[in-house]
Nanobody
Framework: HVQLVESGGNSMQAGGSLKPSCVTS????????MAWFRQAPGKERERVAQ???????MYADSVKGRFSISRDDAKSTMYLQMNSLKSEDTALYYC????????WGQGTQVTVS
């Protein structure tokens, strides 16, 4: 049974930092690209960052220079270091992995005021 569980979301003031994590279970996540997506109310889902099995990363323009994605395959865990948070970063953050990002977590809420 494949499972992804996000944690670490919180309510923060602008300029603060958070580091949510995503723990996977049920298969060898190290084979796959992993990504963080976010969705704010009334907005389309956005891919925030991704990291492939070789550690190569990509970021949305809106978070470049502020967010950093990483993975620890020994712990089956992915992280998103979020710095210099802005109100527009407020959203439900999801992690996804597996073939064609078929597997998703339930999300963790980040609120920036």
């Amino acid at each position: 049974h494949v499972q992804l569980v996000e944690s670490g979301g919180n309510s923060m003031q602008a300029g603060g930092s958070l580091k949510p994590s995503c723990v996977t279970s049920g298969y060898i996540s190290s084979d796959y690209c992993m990504a963080w997506f976010r969705q704010a109310p009334g907005k389309e889902r956005e891919r925030v960052a991704q990291i492939d099995a070789q550690g190569r990363t990509m970021y949305a323009d809106s978070v470049k220079g502020r967010f950093s994605i990483s993975r620890d395959d020994a712990k089956s865990t992915m992280y998103l270091q979020m710095n210099s948070l802005k109100s527009e970063d407020t959203a439900l953050y999801y992690c996804a992995t597996g073939p064609m990002f078929a597997d998703w977590g339930q999300g963790t809420q980040v609120t920036v005021s």
